[in-house]
């Protein structure tokens, strides 16, 4: 199970750091994402990390603004935002798959419920 923390409202230009803890074994074998869904829009990736190692993968929008990270003992998942805009309002959801990183949203299996960003302009 997934679980996000609380997102909120924030203003152009501000951060926000949205966490998500798993519960049950075996966090540090799945490789993790963040998800977000634009109202009227398709879900796509944010930002992934591999389960083993460093390699990362971030979405176009994403990149030199948003930072994924994750600990495995503490059994979470954290995206920063930074230099949020307007666009960036959406559901954001986290998500693991076992073994290797991917941006491919059928491959993940075990889903969060997704929180709320909303950034005012």
């Known amino acids: 199970r997934l679980l996000e923390s609380k997102g909120g409202f924030v203003q152009a230009g501000g951060s926000l750091t949205l966490s998500c803890v798993a519960s049950?074994?075996?966090?540090?074998?799945?490789?993790l994402a963040w998800f977000r869904q634009v109202a009227g829009k398709e879900r796509e990736v944010a930002a992934a990390?591999?389960?083993?190692?460093?390699?990362?993968y971030y979405g176009d929008f994403a990149k030199g603004r948003f930072t994924i990270s994750k600990d495995n003992v503490k059994s979470t998942v954290w995206l920063q935002m930074n230099a949020l805009e307007s666009d960036d309002t959406a559901t954001y959801t986290c998500a693991a798959k076992g073994g290797l990183l991917s941006t491919e949203e059928r491959d993940y299996f075990y889903w969060g419920r997704g929180t709320q960003v909303t950034v005012s302009s």
């Open positions: 990390i591999v389960s083993i190692g460093e390699e990362k």
């Open positions: 049950g074994p075996s966090f540090g074998s799945y490789s």
